[in-house]
């Protein structure tokens, strides 16, 4: 006889509240994907904080590996069930101080977990009010819940959980493609209506916040001479005068943005912007003229976010703008059509969206969520950049972006250094099943010149190029584009090529991503090989392969030095 499957002991472990309380929770299963009910059959409002949909033991080993999704962009999981070991630098719990983890590990929307002869994957295909939330206790028990954030549930008055998912199956990337379709068909994909896979150069990179118009005006001119392929300019970070005052610019765009957006249209590309809606620094006009319009403390004041969570990066303390308050929302919208219409710029890159879905704060409206606080806010801002816009999420929150942005940075900022490129490799590999499915895949950029704080080996490198063709997504170049030589131009110019043609992500052997396969649109096979080790080591590889970047022959032997990434064509 048979073991049950997973889905089969899931639907057993279903969680019924104490039955002396007035709440009644009701379960309601399509083939693998259940909905859960919870109706208030009493007289008086029920503040829920954590709505328990189901929780017990599945069978599963503690030592098997997983995979778990974070709530924000910088959060991931991997290593085993009992011991689960953070992929990036700011894990949820500690960095962001999402949740709790006093005796478990909290991994959000998505868990998936190798058993033998394949995989469970369980996931959120909706993210309207709730996040999704998987605990996982190191002797083996799960509870999967709803973070209700204390919302009260009236008498009478019933909530529907976001859908659950539960499948199994050999095929790890099957099963992510099934999760894909299921969570189209709750959010629909704004980047169906992206024709292009958008390609560009980033100014934050080299220039950082200490970019001026004029470094602006030197890599367009260098973008006309050697890039054309390069079809946006993007201006990041440090334009603008102070955090939230996105129209008024610094001393160093003397003559505003808008004029320089001209002139990028003017040489043949489009220009793009960063902006991050939702926060704004102390100093600000909109800060100091709409205080009301922030997200208030315990106390009634607008709420400094480095008190209940990570701080941001500079020109902090920062506050919150509330995306459930109305004239926030007009305000989003009218800066975005401003943005469009008046300044001709229709690609934004979104930076510090997570702190739109902030938490431990008072909405405007108290009975929303942070979920639906920010995806009020993230309507009002796709309302005002209109019809044929391109929204980058950056450092955003994950499942509560669906169907609200059409690009997703999914990794870290590159740096320079070879544990950097490989962390970001790592982020962007979990995260690769989402290309074009979801948003287009944002890996970050092309950074291919040392700087004086930053500096990598020749391996390091070529492990992050080969990354960046493993990834399938979008290419921005983020150096100061004088300063590359011939030859990484022409490795530019390669990653350029396969963005047009709009390449997919590679397919790997495992989730040890040391070699994937890229299926390339017009024939032929791209072999992606890494090393992800301290020490060198050989691999064996098929005949007929040439290197892709100096398209030289390739034996059947590769020597990978330690932290080195290597691309093989097979035509």
Not at 376 to 381: E, I, P, Q
């Amino acid at each position: 006889m048979s073991a049950p499957s997973r889905l089969s002991r899931l639907r057993q472990l279903s969680a019924q509240p104490d039955p002396h309380t007035q709440l009644l929770q009701t379960p309601a299963w399509d083939g693998p994907l259940c909905r859960v009910r919870l109706d208030n059959t009493g007289a008086a409002p029920a503040a829920i904080q954590t709505w328990l949909l189901f929780d017990g033991d599945l069978g599963i080993s503690p030592d098997a590996a997983i995979y778990g999704e974070g709530f924000q962009m910088l959060a991931q999981t991997m290593g085993t069930w009992r011991s689960p070991e953070p992929v990036g630098r700011c894990p949820d719990a500690s960095v962001y101080r999402i949740s709790a983890d006093q005796g478990y590990h909290t991994i959000h929307n998505l868990l998936l977990v190798e058993q033998a002869g394949g995989w469970l994957l369980l996931g959120f295909t909706s993210c309207q009010r709730f996040g999704g939330e998987f605990r996982l206790y190191p002797d083996g028990r799960l509870q999967i819940l709803m973070n209700g954030e204390g919302r009260a549930l009236a008498p009478g008055q019933h909530w529907q959980s976001e859908a659950l998912l539960c499948l199994e199956g050999p095929d790890r990337e099957a099963l992510l493609a099934e999760l894909a379709s299921r969570i189209g068909a709750e959010h629909p994909a704004l980047v169906a209506d992206v024709k292009a896979r958008p390609s560009g150069w980033c100014s934050w990179y080299h220039y950082y916040a200490q970019v001026s118009a004029d470094d602006i005006r030197e890599n367009l001119a260098e973008r006309a001479a050697r890039f054309p392929g390069l079809r946006y300019v993007q201006i990041d970070d440090g334009y603008q005068a102070r955090m939230g005052d996105w129209l008024e610019p610094s001393a160093k765009f003397e003559q505003g943005v808008a004029a320089l957006a001209s002139e990028i249209r003017a040489a043949g590309c489009e220009p793009a912007l960063w902006v991050a809606p939702f926060i704004a620094e102390p100093g600000s006009r909109v800060f100091q003229q709409h205080p009301e319009w922030f997200v208030k403390g315990e106390d009634g004041l607008p709420l400094p976010s480095e008190r209940v969570t990570y701080g941001g990066w500079r020109c902090t303390p920062w506050y919150v703008l509330d995306g459930t308050h109305p004239e926030v929302q007009a305000h989003l919208e009218q800066v975005f059509r401003t943005l469009r219409q008046q300044w001709g710029i229709h690609y934004f890159k979104l930076d510090a969206n997570f702190w739109g879905t902030i938490h431990g704060g008072q909405f405007h409206d108290a009975s929303a969520t942070r979920v639906e606080a920010y995806r009020r806010g993230m309507a009002a801002v796709l309302r005002g950049a209109g019809e044929g816009a391109f929204l980058l999420g950056c450092n955003a929150p994950i499942w509560p972006s669906l169907g609200l942005v059409h690009g997703m940075r999914v990794s870290d900022d590159v740096e320079r250094h070879g544990p950097r490129f490989r962390q970001i490799a790592r982020e962007a590999f979990c995260r690769a099943w989402q290309n074009d499915r979801l948003w287009a895949l944002d890996p970050d950029c092309v950074c291919l010149r040392d700087l004086p704080s930053q500096r990598a080996f020749e391996a390091d490198y070529q492990f992050h190029l080969a990354a960046l063709v493993a990834s399938g997504g979008m290419v921005l170049a983020g150096d100061r584009l004088r300063d590359l030589d011939d030859e990484q131009a022409t490795w530019l110019h390669k990653l350029l090529a396969l963005c047009e043609a709009r390449a997919p992500a590679a397919r790997f052997d495992d989730m040890g991503f040391s070699r994937g396969r890229v299926a390339l649109p017009g024939g032929g096979e791209l072999l992606c090989l890494f090393n992800w080790e301290d020490a060198a080591r050989e691999v064996s590889v098929p005949a007929g392969g040439q290197d892709f970047w100096d398209e030289r022959p390739a034996g059947q032997r590769i020597a990978l030095q330690a932290g080195q990434g290597r691309v093989l064509l097979y035509r």
